[in-house]
């Protein structure tokens, strides 16, 4: 019977401890990136890069979802000054954080133009 021997090779890879490749934030990132600007499948490009279609499909889904979030409209508390009312007097104006800028005399008129930009 003949003797097996065994080298261990060291890639520098981090590993969990069930032995799994532990791919960092930035890098899998850049492989969805990548992905997007290759105009392969989300199987086509797994396999390409060897890497688990269950797995990869995951990072997609999660940036998709962190690109939803951060591209959600948020709103902020303001205190209202009051409005005068006489023509003329102090406009109410609110900017969001797109660079939008909302005027009116009345909390209904900037409440209406914020639905009117929802819809």
Known sequence: MAAITA????????????GRRVMP?????HMVEAYRASGLT???????EKLKYATFAGWVAKAQRSAAIAGAI??????????SSRPGGDQ?????????VLRGCRVAEVAALVRALKA
């Not at 080298?7 to 069930?18: A, H, Q, S």
């Not at 948020?74 to 409005?83: I, Q």
């Open 7 to 18: 080298e261990l090779v060291e890639t520098g890879e981090k590993r969990d401890t069930r």
């Open 25 to 29: 934030a930035e890098r899998r990132a």
């Open 74 to 83: 948020k709103f902020a508390e303001v205190r209202l000054p009051f409005a």
């Open 92 to 100: 109410l104006e609110v900017q969001l954080p797109d660079g939008t």
């Open 42 to 48: 989300m199987a086509g490009f797994a396999r390409r």
